[in-house]
């Protein structure tokens, strides 16, 4: 098994040591140029844009033509650097619920927080455990047959591209807010910033950009909490206020609201966009990964609900460098989410384990620039489907959570406890998409986020059911329960042959 030596611990223990004394020169030179009078749009423009130069450094050093490097970081990625890129698409996530009507999330942040810490201790270990490099992975080894293979990956392409539509346009609106560009100007300007930090490394990429944007957007809660701490900034609500109004449970927990949070609980804790951490992890560490994980964002939710409010500008008193790294701080994550997606779409076909190790070696090139080139086409739709306004953020993770939960879980469920062969799963995926479209149908287009939600839970037991009786009838054949990876080809195989 591979054990990365301890000069490539040193080497990444520099780097990051690097972008942070990096990026803090770069927010005291923002603080440093409103000092010395300059104009204030361009002082709050720079906190973005010298998040976007970070991340295009970032996305250079990681670029990657090794294919166990680029599909799974090399499984070298330290655990505290895989619980700050945790952190920072959880972030992500709760920015892009956070920007629906009112600045309100429409799912309740309890069920949230349960299925965070589901994805962060179960889904993600166990998809580490089986040696993938992606949630696709692990549904092309256990059903491999061509037709069940390719419905799940047109599945997963959907929910991939709705996440990062999600990302990309709550990006979008903070480069409007803060950098004074029109919409399509920020749109290029979030296109090219998903380009350069996960095209070229692929998860490596991923991985290390989401890392320094949690790193980056600490820091700014940080010196938040340290202004409301020492009474320089405005004054802040308590903490225990704004934790409990966070995480407040409904005071009336009807039907419809515990279905509401059973569906966010399950769609969130089986969401791809949360396991490359666990992915990217050495072996037997993907719960420690997790574990940081949901420290880093128990911290970031104590800093930044004491913290935020201290230095966030309002139309009475509005501070250009407050302005500056809140809009870095909530533009880092916005970006981080939308990566997942760009990258969890680009990978929706997944390797067969079964035969990964003899098959990875050829024309490895070929296949990194075929998941480039999807990486590039899922960027440009999402710019696309953002300058329409076809969808916004938050509807746009419930819709992905939706089918997450109506198409994916159910399979993944079979994946991991049944019996069932490829049949089971796409007679799941057929249950599961017409109960779906049947209640879809019946909603209309007007459906609330919690009625989509709880249809899709509806929709998703529905497939479980259909699936796992489908499973009893027609197991799988014999020696088909063997399937799987009994090397882990991202360990294991010579990276010099992958190259």
Not at 16 to 39: D, E, I, N, S, Y
Not at 472 to 497: H, T, Y
Request: hydrophobic fraction near 60%.
């Amino acid at each position: 098994m591979y054990a990365a030596p301890q000069r490539d611990r040193d080497r990444i223990d520099g780097m990051a040591t690097f972008a942070a004394a990096a990026f803090l020169t770069g927010m005291g030179l923002v603080a440093a140029l409103a000092r010395v009078g300059a104009p204030d749009r361009l002082v709050e423009a720079l906190g973005p844009l010298i998040a976007l130069f970070g991340l295009m450094i970032i996305g250079v050093a990681t670029r990657t033509a090794r294919l166990a490097d680029f599909l799974a970081a090399r499984r070298a990625v330290p655990p505290i650097y895989g619980g700050l890129a945790f952190a920072a698409t959880a972030t992500g996530l709760v920015a892009a619920l956070e920007s629906g009507a009112n600045g309100r999330s429409p799912l309740p942040w309890p069920a949230v927080a349960l299925g965070l810490a589901g994805a962060a201790l179960i889904v993600g270990p166990l998809i580490r455990r089986a040696s993938a490099s992606a949630l696709s992975d692990l549904l092309a080894t256990r059903f491999p047959a061509a037709p069940t293979r390719w419905a799940l990956a047109v599945a997963l392409w959907a929910v991939g591209v709705l996440t990062a539509t999600a990302g990309f346009d709550a990006a979008v609106d903070v480069v409007v807010a803060h950098v004074g560009q029109s919409r399509r100007a920020a749109e290029v300007v979030v296109a090219l910033a998903l380009a350069t930090s996960v095209v070229p490394g692929g998860l490596k990429g991923l991985l290390w950009s989401d890392a320094a944007s949690a790193g980056g957007a600490l820091a700014i809660a940080a010196i938040g909490a340290a202004l409301a701490w020492s009474g320089a900034g405005a004054s802040a609500a308590p903490l225990a206020e704004t934790a409990s109004g966070w995480l407040a449970l409904p005071a009336r927990a009807d039907s419809a609201s515990l279905l509401l949070g059973a569906a966010c609980a399950l769609g969130v804790g089986a969401f791809f966009a949360f396991t490359p951490a666990a992915i990217g992890a050495p072996p037997t560490q993907a719960r420690r990964a997790g574990l940081y994980g949901l420290f880093f964002c128990l911290v970031g939710l104590a800093l930044g609900a004491t913290g935020f409010a201290a230095f966030r500008p309002d139309a009475a008193a509005g501070s250009p460098t407050a302005g500056a790294l809140v809009g870095a701080a909530t533009w880092l994550p916005a970006l981080a989410l939308a990566r997942a997606g760009v990258l969890g779409a680009a990978r929706a076909a997944g390797i067969d384990l079964s035969t990964a190790y003899a098959r990875m070696t050829v024309l490895a090139s070929v296949r990194i620039a075929r998941i480039r080139l999807m990486m590039l086409a899922v960027v440009v739709l999402a710019a696309v489907v953002s300058d329409l306004g076809l969808v916004h953020s938050a509807r746009a993770i419930a819709l992905a959570l939706a089918l997450n939960l109506a198409l994916i879980v159910p399979s993944l469920v079979l994946a991991l406890v049944s019996s069932g062969g490829s049949s089971a799963a796409f007679a799941a995926l057929a249950a599961g998409f017409a109960a779906l479209a049947w209640r879809g149908f019946a909603a209309g287009a007007s459906a609330s986020l919690s009625e989509i939600l709880i249809d899709a839970l509806i929709a998703g037991a529905a497939a479980l059911l259909v699936g796992a009786a489908v499973g009893v009838v027609a197991p799988r054949a014999a020696g088909a329960s063997k399937r799987g990876a009994r090397l882990d080809p991202f360990i294991d195989l010579p990276f010099e042959a992958s190259e």
